[in-house]
């Protein structure tokens, strides 16, 4: 079987590209930027450790990403890019991510369709399901997303596409953005320096990339069967005080350092909510062993 994957250089496609490729598929992982060369030391080392197909120079809103369907022909196609550029921002450019992401839908499902690809799936995330606490929140990224998704289950419906949907919870990994709150807090635990925590309640779902990697290979396994499937895996689950309390001893004792303060704001914050339901079964001594081994602090 053969894999198309879209967004590759990022932490969580590269780790399902390399999941598939684990379990005997054949992966073609589709880059936008012209070579290796153009994309930063983060992103250079997820793609150099993958043992599959890089295809560089694809992009959906030209021709190139249809071309490519057609030659190629993947049995599955996961559809994991979006325009992220200022994506918390109300600032973020709809009109961008409308030229990105949703006008080209239409071709890409057209040439899967040709090409004998029956089965779909479209990367979420969690930030797209609504609760009471995150009507402020709906930014345009959110609204462009929950946009790809219907246009995709209205195309794939007329063409008797199979179509699936992961919703992306907060995914955790050595080689996540270092500016993102598991790294930044992983550095101040190893230099002994307090870390601020502005929003302690906010409350968030982990997620061993890994475990989401293996998400996707069962829901790819569903589609087989069935028209629809949204699965929504859930690692741990709670406030983001309890998060690094927890990281601050699981880092502590691996590195053999003191536990670091973590400062809260004197004022009671505005929490939100950030979870999926579907509980996977996670060994999280064996991801510590990992993030401690693996994390590379020049990156």
Not at 41 to 67: H, K, N
Not at 230 to 257: C, H, Y
Request: one cysteine or more.
């Amino acid at each position: 079987m053969h894999l198309g994957i879209t967004g590759g250089s990022s932490l969580t496609g590269s780790s399902i590209a390399a999941f598939f490729h684990r379990n005997d598929w054949k992966v073609s992982a589709l880059f936008t930027k012209p070579s290796l060369a153009d994309y930063s030391p983060l992103q250079r080392q997820r793609i150099e450790t993958l043992p599959c197909d890089l295809c560089y120079g694809i992009r959906v809103e030209d021709d190139s990403c249809a071309q490519w369907i057609r030659k190629h022909q993947p049995d599955l196609w996961i559809h994991h890019h979006h325009y992220m550029e200022d994506f918390r921002s109300k600032a973020y450019d709809y009109h961008r991510a409308n030229a990105v992401c949703i006008e080209p839908l239409e071709r890409i499902v057209d040439a899967l369709d040709s090409s004998g690809c029956k089965r779909i799936i479209y990367s979420g995330t969690y930030f797209e399901e609504p609760r009471q606490e995150q009507i402020e929140e709906f930014y345009p990224y959110v609204v462009s997303k929950l946009q790809v998704w219907a246009e995709l289950l209205a195309l794939c419906a007329k063409r008797d596409i199979n179509i699936g949907k992961v919703v992306i919870p907060n995914v955790v990994d050595p080689f996540e953005n270092r500016d993102r709150a598991l790294p930044d807090f992983y550095e101040h635990v190893v230099e002994g320096r307090e870390f601020q925590l502005h929003s302690p309640d906010n409350i968030i779902d982990s997620l061993p990339a890994g475990h989401l990697a293996q998400t996707y290979f069962h829901t790819a396994l569903q589609l087989t069967k069935v028209k629809i499937v949204i699965d929504k895996p859930s690692g741990w689950r709670g406030t983001m005080i309890d998060w690094l309390q927890f990281a601050n001893s699981e880092i502590a004792k691996r590195l053999d350092v003191p536990l670091v303060k973590i400062k809260q704001p004197s004022h009671q914050s505005v929490a939100t909510s950030y979870f999926n339901t579907d509980d996977i079964d996670i060994n999280w001594s064996l991801f510590w062993d990992r993030y401690v081994a693996q994390f590379d602090h020049d990156l």
